[in-house]
């Protein structure tokens, strides 16, 4: 009898969601080939705070959101840039921002982000110890801390929506704040823990752990800067580029922010757009340092103890894909953070830009293509693709394996807007 010819994927794009997914199809019994323009971790998932924040449920778009923009923009240390060269191209996306702000998409979109993260803390465990990266993962939870009682209150639409959707979290006073963090500074009067979360002390040599074990069990890794992906038949597509063409019976495109081009390909038109983000790395403090990566709410930045220094990530620029950075936002956040931490020493190590790929529902597209079955979309994490990267690669390895959904993928069809 012949034997039954190995089922083959391929997937483009390797970050947290590439990576995972490879080693999941692998694993299940594909032939998987990884493919990245760069490598495995040269995206958004290098640099990031390596928070997994469990049962994370609030969408970007929240209520009052648009009364706050203007302030924002004009405020030279706020949270949000938007370079007006972008503005014309951003306005599709901006404005389905806006709409997702009323109260019953909300309620949609936070519902729909939670479906997913619920799962992050068991997936992230699970996996880590599977590859045995427990190391790299920390149970220290997910700390805001706020100044000003202002800056407390203007939580209380996020508290309650946490609240309605069953997300656990701790309000905490001044006493509580410095029992959990010590060295930070005295000021913080109010704090919302999330203790479920979970830290990745260096996202980077996660990603790149999960790659070496996919290849240790007979995945490949190629690189090529993929530009077509062609449905060769009912059963085989392809994905070709840099002189390169790779053939299978399944296709994941994983490319992060830079996924629309791709899907169109396949008759998948999405509203993608990019929230891009800085980091800037810090010299380790040990023990004078902190526990767990800390949001200064009132500036909306991070600190985060990575494994090779303190973290500092900020911004949710508007600016595309093709721009070059502008580093002088983040350097401006450095007095902000040495008031949060007096110990910090604010000799600069490195400064990085990370592309956030987002939708204007903050859900990712995690689903099949309008053209082939064969093709699956696993872009769209925004600001939470750590969270939900492994718990996306389980959901994308169903699908390839025409499983039976385990929970709905209707809300993160690619062509829902
Ligand atoms: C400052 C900052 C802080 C963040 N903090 C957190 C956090 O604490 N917790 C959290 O959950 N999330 C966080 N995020 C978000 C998170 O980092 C991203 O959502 C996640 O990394 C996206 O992963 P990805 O695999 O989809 O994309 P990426 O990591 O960007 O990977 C995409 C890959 O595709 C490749 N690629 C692109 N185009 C092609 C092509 N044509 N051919 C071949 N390869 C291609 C790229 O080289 C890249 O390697 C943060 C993001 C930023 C910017």
Redesign the pocket.
């Known amino acids: 009898m012949a034997k039954k010819e190995q089922k083959t994927a391929i997937v483009?794009?390797?970050?947290?969601?590439?990576?995972s997914s490879a080693y999941m199809l692998q694993k299940a019994g594909f032939q998987t080939t990884l493919?990245?323009?760069?490598?495995?971790?040269?995206?958004?998932?290098?640099?990031?705070?390596?928070?997994?924040?469990a049962d994370?449920c609030v969408p970007n778009s929240m209520p009052g959101i648009l009364k706050d923009v203007p302030s924002m923009l004009l405020d030279p240390t706020g949270p949000l840039t938007l370079r007006w060269s972008y503005f014309g191209k951003a306005l599709p996306w901006l404005l389905r921002f806006a709409q997702e702000a009323r109260e019953e998409r909300v309620h949609h979109n936070a519902t729909y982000l939670k479906q997913i993260t619920q799962y992050a803390t068991r997936d992230w465990a699970r996996f880590m110890k599977t590859l045995k990266l427990e190391h790299l993962i920390q149970d220290v939870g997910w700390l805001k801390v706020y100044d000003s009682e202002e800056g407390f209150q203007a939580t209380r639409d996020m508290r309650q929506l946490m609240t309605e959707m069953k997300a656990p979290f701790d309000v905490l006073g001044q006493k509580e704040i410095t029992d959990l963090e010590p060295n930070l500074n005295g000021i913080f009067q109010h704090g919302i823990y999330q203790s479920k979360a979970r830290f990745l002390l260096n996202?980077e040599k996660v990603?790149h752990g999960i790659a070496d074990a996919f290849r240790s069990i007979g995945g490949t890794v190629e690189i090529?800067?993929?530009?077509t992906i062609h449905i060769v038949s009912k059963d085989k597509v392809s994905a070709s580029?840099g002189g390169k063409e790779f053939t299978a019976d399944k296709l994941v495109i994983?490319?992060?922010?830079?996924?629309k081009h791709?899907a169109e390909q396949v008759g998948s038109e999405v509203l993608l757009d990019t929230?891009?983000?800085?980091?800037m790395m810090l010299p380790p403090l040990g023990d004078k340092g902190i526990s767990r990566?800390i949001v200064y709410g009132e500036k909306s930045f991070?600190l985060?103890p990575m494994e090779r220094g303190i973290r500092m990530?900020?911004?949710v620029e508007f600016a595309g894909l093709e721009r070059g950075p502008d580093f002088r936002r983040i350097r401006k956040l450095l007095p902000f953070a040495k008031k949060m931490l007096p110990n910090l020493d604010t000799t600069e190590q490195d400064v990085w830009l990370?592309?956030?790929?987002s939708t204007p529902d903050s859900l990712p597209v995690i689903g099949r293509s309008q053209k082939s079955r064969n093709v699956i979309l696993?872009?769209?994490?925004?600001?939470?693709?750590?969270?939900?990267?492994v718990t996306t690669a389980r959901l994308v390895r169903d699908l390839a394996l025409e499983k039976p959904e385990t929970i709905s993928l209707w809300p993160y069809r690619a062509n829902r807007f």
Not at 37 to 49: E, I, K
Not at 254 to 259: N, R, V, Y
Request: glycine share 22%; with cysteine.
């Open positions: 483009v794009g390797a970050g947290i969601v590439g990576v493919i990245d323009r760069v490598g495995p971790c040269a995206g958004t998932s290098y640099g990031n705070a390596g928070a997994i924040v994370g996202p990603v090529s800067n993929i530009d580029g994983a490319t992060g922010a830079w996924s791709l929230e891009r983000g800085y980091h990566p991070v985060a990530t900020s911004q990370g592309y956030r790929p696993a872009f769209g994490h925004q600001h939470y693709g750590m969270t939900m990267g």
